[in-house]
């Protein structure tokens, strides 16, 4: 050994020692914290489909494909980080000697080929993700940027890290090269032979290269173990953990549809036996999430994915769910020494921990302890109100994120102890849970006009229990019984039934409300109240059948979520299908006839709770293009990217006083694509979209109106826009 390779090889053992030992400090601080979560024992079961899909969205990219160029860079640089660790490995053999090199595979030709394939590949990669955060930097003229509120110095950091070591691996092989000691034939390695022939015939210059890189290494392995919260660096490791442990990990929508029960020390809380001084109602400190909820923290990548989707965001509100994510992280993690000390509140608010346990715990830790979790900026809270009243559980963060984070539970976790412990929330809201409570509806409409919408048929709206059988029980809502527009599709959708021969019957007063705008402003008291109900009524109804005979059509995709998702959790096994899943089959089977095509153009608009939450994107578009002259046009943000309306999460009972309304830019989106008629599946956004498009004074040139009426128009003609006959029926 000359002394050069015994003055690199000292430095390179010491700066590993180094690193390893804080890497491993880092490790455990990282597992600490996420212990400190509560018990999550749902998420360790069906391992096999855990593993599956963690391989899949991971070596596959399934997720981050989507975004394709971004996607694709990315794999390289990844497959790059995970084979060029081996290269790093190999470094250490330089450091010693020049000629030094991995034992078995070094020297072998294949390796030497897909290393320097991985090391072109990854090059790129990462120079196009280098080139994509340049572009996207918040500040930006022309936009917002998804960095915005981004660490971007650690972005950048861990990119030129990535960088520099590729190149490093280059040079390396390089003065291998030019001293004649590489062993690896030209054709599979000419980038490094390139390199070598301009490069010195310089002995010494292997092992000086191969310090530097395992310098630059190890820099980056220091400066991550003493940033635990560098999510951009350390979802290397965490996001494979973190989709493993993803809520539905065999459901396209994972974190979607169904909320997550809400829970007490690992299991489901039943309000008949809870109590608030024993028992957890939501989440009230950083450590009553779950540890899948503080490894979700801990793995955020700070992409901005969320945020570039995210409906409340694009339209000038506090909430972006990337900051969310990223406040409750570095709260996590600033709290933590004082949680691990034994501090800590319990239910009824007393401190856990002894004076003596806290006596050596750092002051910022004692004073982030203070902080309320959900508080406004004079009482330093970790989260502002308003950001938490703004989300309307579109689920577009959820759909968005690489690693599966599982924004909406987090957020309602949160609601639910506002609402039923602090009883805290916007307070035009409190008229919604009141009419819930005491009428069973959210407009308080009384229960004896839920079967007004039937009158004006030319024919019977059968009631269960008043015929001998029936094949779909068709689930009016409330929004269908009593909110005008949506009466005109419940109409529409009857006509259509009827006109096709399907057998369905109505619970008529026997129905109440589902519970959703319950559930996800916070108020599980009510939604179980009322869900219970509901259940009892369709077990009754479907007294004696099986459960794929428990059939029932819902117009209101609110009510189709929480009819087939949620009632599962309270013991309703129901097949539930949506209006525009049976009209589609209809139309297929030639049930129904569409006779005179609707022209003018159509746009679709995706109704989050249909689409993204339960992926029923194609139905709809059947529907339509049977209906109508010229396909129907698509707006940019269409599908699993669809733009929310604003109505979701309870939204459609609060006021919207901050930035532009929700509402106004989805309907300037469908209008920019000229067409006539913005179909949509939902009566939450038809009301919403009809009030944009009044707001803009363009109720003569566009009608917002449900897949179903256009369809009837199609098949009946002569049926006015209320599904009813266009003469008046008469004797
Ligand atoms: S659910 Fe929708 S509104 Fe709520 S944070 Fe996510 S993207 Fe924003
Ligand atoms: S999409 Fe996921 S990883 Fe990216 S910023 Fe949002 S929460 Fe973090």
Redesign the pocket.
Known sequence: MGSVQLVTTILAAAITTLAVWLAVQAVLRIVAVVRLGQPDPARFGDTLTRTRTMLAETAGHTRMLRWSVVGAAHWFVMVAFVVLSLLVLEAYFEVVSPTGGLPLIGGWAAYGLVTELIGILGTVGIVVLIAIRIRNRPGRPGGRSRFTGSTMWQGYFVEAVVLAVLVMGFLIRGFKVATDHFEYPTWATPVSHAVGAVLPDWEAGVSVAALIKIMISMTWLIVIALNVTMGVAWHRFLAFFNIYFKRDPGRAGSGLGALRPMMSNGKPLDFEEADPESDQFGVAQVEQFTWKGLLDFSTCTECGR?QS?????NTGKP?S?KLLVLSLRDHAYAKAPYLLAGGGKDLTGEEKATAAQLAHVDVLALAEAEKPLIGGAEEGGVIDPDVLWS???????VEQCPVDIE??DH?VDMRRYQVLIESSFPSEAGVMLRNLENKGNPWGAPQNTREDWTKGLDFQVPRVGEVEDFEYLFWVGCAGAFEDRAKKTTRAVATLLHEAGVSFAILGEGETCTGDPARRIGNEFVFQMLAQQNVETLNEAFEGREKTKRKIVATCPHCFNTLGNEYGQLGGEFEVVHHTQLLAHLVSTGKLTPVQPVDGGVTYHDPCYLGRHNRIFAPPREVLGSSVQEAVTEMPRNSERSF?CGAGGARMWMEERIGKRINVDRVEEAMSTGAKTIAVGCPFCSTMLNDGVNGKGAGEQVEVVDVASVLLRSVKPAQDRDGQPAEPVTG
């Open positions: 969320c989707q995210c409906p409340a965001w909430l769910p989300c309307t559980t579109c689920g577009a963060c924004h909406v957020i929310c």
